[in-house]
């Protein structure tokens, strides 16, 4: 790309010797006796690292690094190459230029003899894994064939100071290839639970999940909990359909980071969910990094000109590649997280998902806001925080999406730490609430304990989100928040579940009885049903196919006059819950 932007630093004004910029990065100003004064050691020689336009725009190529003012965090570490970051995606080109010295080589395992040699429970998984079609537990080549993992991979760690292309948030941590996804961008939930358990029991620290889908998934759920109480941090997207996250998984998840994507003004992205669930925003719009070997991620998109987004443009054997979404802003926080725990490799996941908040760059308004969570992330702040200990701030029951009734709920988790001085637990409507009531205000530590008790019959039957705030000595605060936390009290004489958000259920006079949740204003509605109509009160209820009533069913009258339901059955979740894909690819520019 263009270096016109470090013309000021080196260049050659009419000297003895030509300067052919296209061949080297270095042109100097001829002096007598010129001594040459090398880049500090925390800015890399990767030659997209200085350069600016190379698309036609007036912003640095790699302007997310400087956003997030990386240089700051190289400063005090460039990575641990015994740090292992999982990218689960549509694999990896581990032979990529920029790429092939930072890529996890899983040297207990002799390649291609059909042996499981380190015992692990997998086969030939040399180079990590491709889950995709596996027989035997045998793992396929997590090769990429679609671009997205690589381009996600080398935002992660392309190698620094190497003097060739780019460079990553992280120049030395190791990437895990997992791949689940398809050349075509999709790929099963199930098959993204064995990825995930894979890298925690493997030794990743650190997960990026670039990747999801609609509604919430229990099964992933309890994958992603595996990985958090094996230690690893779970970074995810939040999205691309500008729309709340907590419709999205596995943004919705308790123990996953969530993130959301930021333009290189600092406003949200267009197309980036966002919500209560947000923890920070990363740059996601016009990301230069990786080009896959013999891909195209946004080919086939509706206008879109083969080759337009290598780099340079058109070029068959570009190695280089620009994409916009959440998914190139959560590698830019997996890197981060990578420095961070090869700064202090001591940090819980817990502590690296506060830090990022706690140190991010307040955007939007003040404070914790829908489309930036706690901020963009600031990678040289949070670096400088490496070895402060936040306070453990964590609800671990009820989780989110459970259901509660009939009295007294006691809420569980953890309020404790070094300098620690009170905590809160509160409650509030809604997704979004507007007003907070306060359960208790405690100043005695906690630590897998009773935070708190839930009186469910003095709250109206709903959705509800629950946040616990900790504070230390010095004031600083540390949250955590639970959602879509249904409060339903209603009970019915009745043969069936009639108790959940959705459900059905044979009455005392044997008529049907239905729950549903009315998402509008997030209220628990039963109705009874009866040949030809559902009521509520007096009133029927209008329901076709054509709508849904709550998460995931619909409830119709049928010709017989009487309701039929569409769900899913979570007895067999792993069966029957929806894939999951590869986010799309935004193409609109802010």
């Known amino acids: 790309g263009s270096t016109d932007s470090i013309d000021s630093l080196w260049t050659n004004k009419g000297g003895a010797f030509p300067c052919d910029r296209s061949k080297s990065l270095y042109c100097f100003e001829q002096i007598p006796n010129p001594t040459p004064t090398a880049p500090p050691p925390n800015i890399p020689n990767d030659p997209y690292y200085f350069s600016t336009g190379s698309w036609g725009k007036a912003y640095d190529d790699l302007w997310g690094l400087k956003k997030i003012n990386a240089a700051g965090a190289w400063e005090q570490t460039k990575g641990l190459g015994n740090i292992i970051v999982a990218d689960i995606d549509t694999g990896v080109d581990r032979n990529h230029e920029d790429l092939k010295d930072n890529m996890w080589i899983n040297t207990a395992e002799i390649s291609n003899n059909s042996i499981d040699d380190d015992g692990n429970g997998y086969i030939d998984d040399s180079y990590g894994c491709k889950f995709i079609g596996m027989t035997d537990n045998k793992c396929g080549d997590p090769m990429d064939d679609n671009g997205h993992g690589t381009h996600?991979?080398?935002?992660?760690?392309?190698?620094?100071?190497?003097?060739?292309?780019?460079?990553?948030?992280?120049?030395?941590?190791?990437?895990?290839?997992?791949?689940?996804l398809s050349a075509a961008g999709g790929g099963s939930t199930s098959d993204a639970m064995k990825a995930l358990k894979y890298a925690a029991d493997m030794g990743a620290k650190i997960s990026s999940n670039?990747?999801?889908?609609?509604?919430?998934?229990?099964?992933?759920?309890?994958?992603?909990?595996?990985?958090?109480?094996?230690?690893?941090?779970?970074?995810?997207?939040?999205?691309?359909?500008?729309?709340?996250?907590?419709?999205?998984?596995?943004?919705?998840?308790?123990?996953?980071?969530?993130?959301?994507?930021?333009?290189?003004?600092?406003?949200?992205?267009?197309?980036?969910?966002?919500?209560?669930?947000?923890?920070?925003?990363?740059?996601?719009?016009?990301?230069?990094?990786?080009?896959?070997?013999?891909?195209?991620?946004?080919?086939?998109?509706?206008?879109?000109?083969?080759?337009?987004?290598?780099?340079?443009?058109?070029?068959?054997?570009?190695?280089?590649?620009?994409?916009?979404?959440?998914?190139?802003?959560?590698?830019?926080?997996?890197?981060?997280?990578?420095?961070?725990?090869?700064?202090?490799?001591?940090?819980?996941?817990?502590?690296?998902?506060?830090?990022?908040?706690?140190?991010?760059?307040?955007?939007?308004?003040?404070g914790k806001d829908r489309d930036y969570g706690y901020g963009r992330i600031d990678a040289s702040q949070t670096i400088a925080n490496a070895n402060t200990k936040p306070l453990n701030t964590l609800i671990t029951s009820p989780s989110s999406r459970a259901s509660i009734q009939g009295g007294n709920v006691q809420i569980i988790g953890n309020a404790f730490g070094t300098n620690f001085s009170s905590y809160k637990v509160e409650i509030g409507k809604g997704r979004a609430p507007s007003k907070w009531t306060t359960l208790i205000n405690a100043t005695a530590q906690v630590n897998n304990g009773i935070l708190a008790t839930l009186d469910t019959l003095q709250f109206a039957d709903g959705i509800y989100t629950i946040r616990l705030t900790t504070t230390d000595a010095l004031g600083n605060t540390y949250q955590f928040q639970i959602h879509d936390l249904l409060v339903n009290n209603f009970f019915v004489d009745a043969q069936g579940d009639v108790g959940e958000s959705n459900s059905i259920a044979i009455g005392t006079d044997g008529f049907p009885v239905i729950s549903y949740l009315d998402r509008t204003n997030y209220d628990l509605k039963v109705?009874?049903?009866?040949?030809?109509?559902?009521?509520?009160?007096?009133?029927?209820?209008?329901?076709?196919?054509?709508?849904?009533?709550?998460?995931?069913?619909?409830?119709?009258?049928?010709?017989?006059?009487?309701?039929?339901?569409?769900?899913?059955?979570?007895?067999?979740?792993?069966?029957?819950?929806?894939?999951?894909?590869?986010?799309?690819?935004?193409?609109?520019?802010?």
């Open 527 to 590: 109705a009874k049903c009866g040949n030809p109509s559902c009521t509520s009160g007096n009133t029927i209820i209008s329901v076709d196919t054509e709508g849904f009533v709550g998460l995931y069913p619909s409830i119709a009258i049928g010709t017989d006059g009487f309701p039929v339901i569409a769900y899913i059955d979570f007895g067999n979740v792993v069966s029957k819950s929806p894939n999951v894909v590869m986010l799309p690819v935004p193409r609109a520019i802010p």
């Open 152 to 180: 996600t991979a080398g935002t992660i760690a392309a190698v620094g100071n190497n003097g060739i292309g780019v460079v990553g948030v992280n120049w030395t941590v190791k990437i895990m290839a997992l791949k689940f």
């Open 210 to 366: 670039s990747w999801g889908g609609f509604g919430p998934d229990i099964a992933l759920d309890d994958a992603i909990k595996y990985a958090h109480d094996n230690g690893m941090v779970t970074v995810v997207a939040a999205g691309n359909d500008n729309v709340d996250a907590l419709k999205f998984h596995p943004a919705d998840s308790d123990y996953a980071i969530t993130i959301a994507a930021s333009d290189p003004s600092d406003l949200k992205a267009s197309f980036s969910n966002w919500g209560e669930k947000i923890d920070v925003a990363a740059p996601g719009v016009e990301i230069l990094s990786l080009r896959g070997a013999n891909t195209d991620i946004y080919l086939g998109s509706d206008g879109y000109n083969p080759g337009d987004r290598f780099v340079p443009a058109g070029e068959p054997n570009a190695k280089y590649y620009r994409a916009n979404g959440t998914s190139m802003a959560t590698p830019h926080v997996a890197g981060l997280a990578a420095l961070l725990l090869s700064k202090n490799p001591n940090l819980t996941n817990e502590d690296v998902r506060q830090l990022l908040r706690r140190r991010a760059t307040d955007l939007g308004a003040a």
